[in-house]
Structure formats: C-alpha cells, structure tokens
C-alpha cells in the first residue's frame, strides 16, 4: 500500500473518535493537527503523547501534534475532519469557518440530525461554510474508538458527492488496520449513521430489561428496515445501507446495538435498567447522539412518510410520553404484515 504522506488533516475536537481518527490518519502517514478545547489536553498530546481524557492507557503517534488555536490547526490543512457533537456543529463551525482554506474538504464524522432545523452535517456545513456540497465528505461505518485506539481491524466507508475528494481522504486515512472505501451517496451514509444510534437504544433498553438475543436480533433487524425506508424516501440508494454504513452501520449498527463500547446501547442499558433519563445521562458521561436525535429522525419520517416504529416509540419514551413497558408491549402488538 502506497501512503498519502503529503496531506494534511487538522481534526477538530479531541473526544474519543476525534482522537481515534487523528491515530489513524497519522500512522497512514497523514500529517495530523487535533484542535483540542483545553490548553491540558493539548499539552499531553504534545508532550506525553497521550489523550488523558479519553485514551490515557494508549500512546499516540510522536508525530501527532494538538493546539487550541483554530486559526493554526487549520493552516494549510488538505482536510478539516469534524467530529464534535451533532447539536453544536452549528455554532462551532461558524466560528471556526473564516480559518477554512478555499481547497480545504470538510469531513463529517458525525451520526446526528440537527434538533432545530432536522438537518444533517453535511447540510450544516455547506449552510454556515458556504464550501460547496462537493468539498464536504462523510465518513461512516462500523467503528468502536476504543477498539481503533487499539490498532483492531476495520472499516469504513468515505461519501462524497466528488469521488476525486472521497478517494484522496482514501488515501488519507488507509492503513493495516483501517480499510476506507467510497461512495457518493452522502445522504444514505448520513442516515445510516444517525438512525442507528436511535436503534442502538432500542436494543440497550432491551437488554436493560431482560429481553434475550432473540428481541435483540429482531430490534436489529427492523431497525435496518425503517432506516433503510427514510434513507431511500430522501433519495439515498437502498444498496449504500446494506454496505458499511448501513447493514455495515448495521456493522455500525450491530457493533453499535451489540458492544457494551457503545455509548448509545449502554444508554439504553441504563433505561432498561429502570434509570431516569437524568441519571442515565449522568452514567453514561458521553454525548449520546441518539438521545439528541431521535426527534428529528422521527420529523424526517413524517414529512416523507416513512414509517419508522421504533423510532416513533424510542422518541416517546425519551420524552417520557410512555412508560418502559408500555414501549415494549408498543412494538409488539404492532399488527403482523408482510416483511419490507
């Protein structure tokens, strides 16, 4: 494998899959810049080479370097990688945007619809940037950070309306252990993403409560179906949610409804387990973006008239319209008819 070495990526922020993609981007060569909020972080990153609000038991790249200064993380920078919360973007970019350079490509790793507006990232990005849909780029697919903090095979795919951009975040980001590939459907990577947190509850409030693999399994498998719905009522294409942002976010979506890793699932776990929203925001100490999603997920449904059920009963429950095991008897006395 030939590696993209002279490219340059600024990621901003230094959570846990903003640092995750940073490793990867820097051990495929990529010269890297994390953009951290706080002058601690980006001191250890520095100098210790070491996250300590994240990943403390894990060494990064020597060559992997930080700032706070958004003005300098972004200097020449072939890519601006994002990953902050959903709900934030906003605001955050805006600030950011009079830093961005005229061929910078914008990289979304985010996996949430905007509450306000029931916008996507990418939407987002071209609104507040004003860069233009074919410099905004998606990366999505079946990936725990912890588990690419620890050099562990994966995948995922990058979406882009201009396959030339998608191919050099490609290169990018390719190594031994990260396995980029691309597509244009940015929308159907987008959805895929996103919805899937909202089906990753689902499955955490089961198993929360007791349910064996079996409701898990189904939950799974469903969850797919009405995400799949929405996506192809906006215009995505049916095969991207069987790929690595589909079925592969069903690889996203099983890792993310299967691994005790996934914070959207241990959410759910904890509800399941009879905690109040407040107290399973407090344990589970990471940005949910299923929780923030759901609503706007299930107002993209209406307005396309798509059916989503689960969606529908995860979005009531969250907003404590329905008790836990009225969700539950919800979705199974839903009438029988033919599989789509």
Aim: a negative charge; proline letters at 5%; aromatic letters at 4%.
């Amino acid at each position: 494998m030939t590696q993209h070495r002279s490219a340059r990526a600024a990621v901003f922020s230094a959570g846990s899959w903003g640092t995750a993609v940073a490793k990867i981007l820097a051990d495929a060569g990529t010269s890297v810049i994390v953009h951290a909020r706080r002058n601690e972080i980006a001191d250890a990153i520095n100098t210790q080479h070491r996250n300590p609000g994240y990943f403390p038991d894990i060494e990064l790249p020597a060559a992997l370097t930080a700032t706070t200064d958004p003005a300098a993380a972004l200097d020449g920078a072939d890519f601006m990688v994002l990953s902050i919360p959903a709900q934030t973007l906003r605001a955050n970019l805006a600030a950011w945007a009079p830093h961005i350079g005229p061929d910078t490509v914008i990289v979304s790793l985010m996996k949430g619809i905007e509450q306000s507006s029931h916008l996507r990232a990418s939407q987002i990005i071209t609104e507040v940037s004003g860069v233009s849909s074919d410099r905004v780029a998606v990366l999505s697919g079946p990936n725990l950070a912890r588990e690419i903090m620890e050099g562990q095979p994966a995948a995922a795919t990058v979406a882009c309306a201009d396959e030339t951009a998608a191919h050099r975040f490609q290169q990018a980001c390719h190594t031994g252990y990260f396995r980029p590939y691309t597509s244009t459907d940015v929308t159907g990577c987008e959805l895929g993403g996103a919805v899937k947190n909202v089906i990753a509850l689902a499955v955490g409030i089961a198993s929360g409560m007791g349910l064996g693999h079996n409701a898990q399994a189904m939950l799974i498998t469903r969850g797919l179906a009405e995400t799949t719905r929405l996506a192809v009522a906006m215009g995505a294409h049916p095969a991207t949610l069987a790929g690595l942002s589909g079925l592969g976010d069903l690889g996203d979506l099983v890792a993310t409804c299967s691994s005790p890793l996934s914070r959207n699932r241990t959410f759910g776990t904890h509800l399941g387990q009879g905690l109040s929203i407040e107290e399973a925001t407090a344990a589970t100490r990471q940005t949910t973006e299923g929780v923030k999603s759901a609503e706007a997920i299930l107002a993209l449904a209406r307005a396309h008239d798509a059916e989503m059920p689960i969606t529908e009963v995860i979005s009531a429950l969250l907003h404590e319209k329905v008790t836990l095991n009225e969700a539950a008897a919800t979705l199974m006395q839903r009438p029988p008819k033919p599989e789509r």
